[in-house]
């Protein structure tokens, strides 16, 4: 027994070092972003990790100077576009993904398989298409642009809260049809309320990926200033005639930006318990 | 009135596995009729289409003189308990029982009473505020018979709803369940594999094997007068005694051979089946455990040799070996014997049953 023990321990301050490590190794970037967002003295490249002074004029400089990048407009269109998009994506995503759980038709199968092949194509190979599909509608350059393409395709990525709604047991539904409750009061009553662990994730998936793109939101805004994401407005900061300038700013940008995730993520951890079948059926 | 009639009815599968042959039956009005069989026997099939969550392939089906086939499963005036319970795990008891009463648009205050007077009488009262998650197994099928009982359905459909629950919980459930058809006065349909519960409950048993009915009717007249030798085997417990034996005699006086011993067979059996009929054939004798004794004459019994003992407490089951047929005996009180040993076995032959060799019919 004692021998057993020593034997696990020894392997467990292993692991804690080796996750140690790694850890480090994935927080120091974040810690440097965030070192530079504070850092007085400007300039892309320093030759030292912590900065010699300290200052909030970053910050204040990138949400009120808006003489050259309106970064709180920038930030408000990115959070309409993501806003939106979230909730299209997540009402698309949860009801193909629920149809092709429970409902059975002839071309669900290869429906299925379409989808599995499609999504092995990178997004961005429909890109030129894309922009000429907008162009003909003549909303190339505008936000309506983006939720569309970022809304449209979405349902296409139904494997997983499919594979959720696998789990819910089939004979809930068919106590509640003989109950009287129609299909659609049986997914906003029944089903959807025991699956709330797959629509925090499907709401978060759906919301991050609108807030971090930059290859669409490229191609599809062009020049229009106006209408930049964050992620291209801090970008446009990194071109050789501003980074010295805004590099601490472009610093202090990427903190803000990732603010709301960290809130959506920390604000919904609760959810991601096992969900509330408990009960239900035996087992 | 909540008579079902099902008419040749048919299930063929997308697959075309067909689950269910040619089912007709009529359940009467206030009966418990249970339908048994081995697992994919298409009892639990049979079920779900009178629930309508099956589609009927062909064939009909009415309960009480409107046709079902395409009604669904809400407009059918019936309520369904489940094996694994189904119940909403995201709601207390309470709201599990109001759901359906909510469907149907019923006022708040009546729906109340429903559930109060419902929950009363199956002593659940004290659970109402519960999720399922805090329940125990027997709880959860008390709330799940309530869930059915408040709608006031004129069908209770009930597939396998003791299959979960230990022992001990299933004996009292059977009884409370067959007190429950009592009370409640409506059409019982209940599907399960198991023969115990099948004889203790049911006022009428459909045996199912394959898709085929292979007898309906009443416990006892199933257990006496099996139709073929599927029934026999499958209704009793231990099962029945199938040996091979060769039919000797005339008209008048017919007497079978197993191994090298002759018995008689009894008048009045002769006179109420066709056994006559197979003079000079191979035919299936069978007779029930408690039907064969141990004797110690060895005049009119056969050898046997002991391959185990069984010990019941009050009785003992004796597997024994007569020839190449596994013969089991049930002995009324201990009986030890040993691999090997041999003893005399004979039979009580006015409980004789002869089928065919060919069919397993009963002849």
Same mark, same amino acid.
């Given at each position: 027994m004692r021998k057993m023990s020593t034997v696990r321990k020894t392997t467990n301050i292993f692991v804690y070092?080796?996750?140690?490590?790694?850890?480090?190794?994935?927080?120091?970037?974040?810690?440097?972003?965030?070192?530079?967002?504070?850092?007085?003295?400007?300039?892309?490249?320093?030759?030292?990790?912590?900065?010699?002074?300290?200052?909030?004029?970053?910050?204040?400089?990138?949400?009120?100077?808006?003489?050259?990048?309106?970064?709180?407009?920038?930030?408000?269109?990115t959070l309409f576009v993501s806003?939106?998009?979230?909730?299209?994506?997540?009402?698309?995503?949860?009801?193909v993904s629920y149809?092709?759980?429970?409902?059975?038709?002839?071309?669900?199968?290869?429906?299925?398989?379409?989808?599995?092949?499609?999504?092995?194509?990178?997004?961005?190979?429909?890109?030129?298409?894309?922009?000429?599909?907008?162009?003909?509608?003549?909303?190339?350059?505008?936000?309506?642009?983006?939720?569309?393409?970022?809304?449209?395709?979405?349902?296409?990525?139904?494997?997983?809260?499919?594979?959720?709604?696998?789990?819910?047991?089939?004979?809930?539904?068919?106590?509640?049809?003989?109950?009287?409750?129609?299909?659609?009061?049986?997914?906003?009553?029944?089903?959807?309320?025991?699956?709330?662990?797959?629509?925090?994730?499907?709401?978060?998936?759906?919301f991050t990926a609108p807030w971090i793109d930059y290859i669409f939101a490229s191609v599809i805004m062009g020049d229009n200033y106006e209408n930049y994401t964050v992620a291209l407005g801090l970008f446009k900061m990194l071109e050789k005639e501003f980074i010295h300038n805004y590099y601490t700013q472009f610093a202090a940008g990427a903190v803000i930006v990732s603010i709301p995730i960290a809130i959506l993520f920390i604000s919904t951890q609760k959810f991601y318990v096992g969900g509330v079948t408990g009960g239900s059926v035996k087992g | 009135m909540a008579e079902i009639i099902l008419k040749n009815v048919k299930k063929i599968y997308d697959n075309s596995y067909t689950a269910v042959h040619d089912f007709s039956l009529k359940i009467r009005d206030r009966e418990f009729v249970?339908?048994?069989?081995?697992?994919?026997?298409?009892?639990?099939?049979?079920?779900?289409?009178?629930?309508?969550?099956?589609?009927?392939?062909?064939?009909?089906?009415?309960?009480?003189?409107?046709?079902?086939?395409?009604?669904?499963?809400?407009?059918?005036?019936?309520?369904? /308990?489940?094996?694994?319970y189904a119940l909403y795990p995201h709601m207390t008891?309470?709201? +599990?029982?109001?759901?359906?009463?909510?469907?149907?648009?019923?006022?708040?205050?009546?729906?109340?009473?429903?559930?109060?007077?419902?929950?009363?009488?199956?002593?659940i009262v004290s659970l109402l505020e519960r999720k399922p998650k805090a329940l125990s197994g027997g709880q959860r099928q008390r709330v799940a018979l309530g869930r059915a009982m408040v709608r006031n359905p004129s /069908?209770?459909?009930?597939?396998?709803?003791?299959? +979960?629950?230990?022992?001990?919980?299933?004996?009292?459930?059977?009884?409370?369940?067959?007190?429950l058809h009592r009370k409640l006065k409506t059409t019982f349909v209940y599907v399960t594999h198991d023969q115990t519960e099948a004889m203790t409950m049911g006022d009428r048993i459909v045996v199912m094997k394959d898709g085929y009915i292979h007898q309906a009717d009443t416990p006892q007249e199933l257990y006496n007068n099996p139709a073929n030798?599927? /029934?026999?085997?499958?209704?009793?417990?231990?099962?029945?005694?199938?040996?091979?034996?060769?039919?000797?005699?005339?008209?008048?006086?017919?007497?079978?051979?197993?191994?090298?011993?002759?018995?008689?067979?009894?008048?009045?059996?002769i006179k109420s089946g066709h056994i006559a009929d197979h003079i000079g054939k191979t035919v299936i004798f069978g007779i029930r455990p408690e039907n064969t004794f141990l004797t110690g004459n060895k005049v009119n019994s056969i050898f046997a040799n002991i391959e185990?003992?069984?010990?019941?407490?009050?009785?003992?089951?004796?597997?024994?070996?007569?020839?190449?047929?596994?013969?089991?005996?049930?002995?009324?009180?201990?009986?030890?014997?040993?691999?090997?040993?041999? /003893?005399?076995?004979?039979?009580?032959?006015?409980k004789a049953l002869f089928f065919s060799k060919e069919n397993g019919f009963r002849i």
């Open positions: 070092v080796f996750l140690s490590v790694l850890a480090l190794i994935w927080v120091l970037p974040i810690l440097w972003v965030i070192l530079t967002s504070f850092r007085e003295e400007s300039g892309s490249f320093t030759p030292y990790f912590l900065p010699q002074g300290y200052t909030l004029k970053n910050y204040i400089n990138l949400l009120t100077d808006n003489s050259t990048f309106d970064f709180p407009r920038w930030f408000m269109n806003v939106v998009t979230c909730i299209i994506s997540t009402f698309f995503v949860l009801s149809t092709m759980s429970r409902l059975r038709f002839r071309l669900r199968k290869p429906l299925m398989n379409i989808a599995l092949i499609l999504g092995m194509f990178p997004g961005f190979m429909s890109m030129i298409a894309v922009y000429y599909v907008l162009k003909s509608f003549g909303i190339e350059q505008s936000l309506l642009a983006l939720i569309l393409v970022y809304s449209a395709g979405t349902g296409l990525g139904f494997y997983v809260a499919k594979g959720f709604f696998d789990t819910v047991p089939r004979a809930l539904d068919e106590a509640a049809m003989i109950d009287g409750a129609s299909r659609g009061t049986i997914f906003w009553k029944i089903t959807l309320p025991m699956s709330k662990p797959i629509i925090i994730y499907t709401l978060l998936t759906s | 249970i339908l048994v069989g081995p697992s994919g026997c298409g009892k639990s099939t049979t079920l779900r289409m009178i629930a309508g969550l099956e589609e009927i392939s062909s064939g009909e089906m009415y309960i009480g003189d409107k046709l079902m086939n395409e009604l669904p499963p809400k407009d059918r005036d019936i309520a369904m /308990v489940f094996q694994n008891v309470y709201k +599990n029982m109001a759901f359906a009463l909510e469907m149907r648009k019923m006022p708040k205050e009546e729906i109340h009473k429903k559930i109060m007077e419902t929950a009363k009488s199956l002593d /069908v209770f459909l009930l597939d396998e709803p003791l299959s +979960n629950l230990d022992a001990k919980l299933r004996t009292q459930m059977r009884a409370e369940i067959k007190e030798t599927f /029934v026999a085997g499958f209704i009793g417990s231990p099962q029945m005694n199938f040996i091979d034996c060769k039919v000797l005699g005339d008209k008048e006086k017919v007497r079978i051979k197993i191994a090298d011993t002759i018995f008689d067979v009894p008048s009045a059996i185990i003992c069984e010990l019941m407490g009050d009785s003992s089951y004796i597997h024994m070996k007569i020839g190449k047929d596994n013969v089991i005996s049930k002995y009324p009180s201990l009986f030890n014997g040993k691999k090997g040993d041999t /003893v005399n076995v004979t039979f009580d032959m006015n």
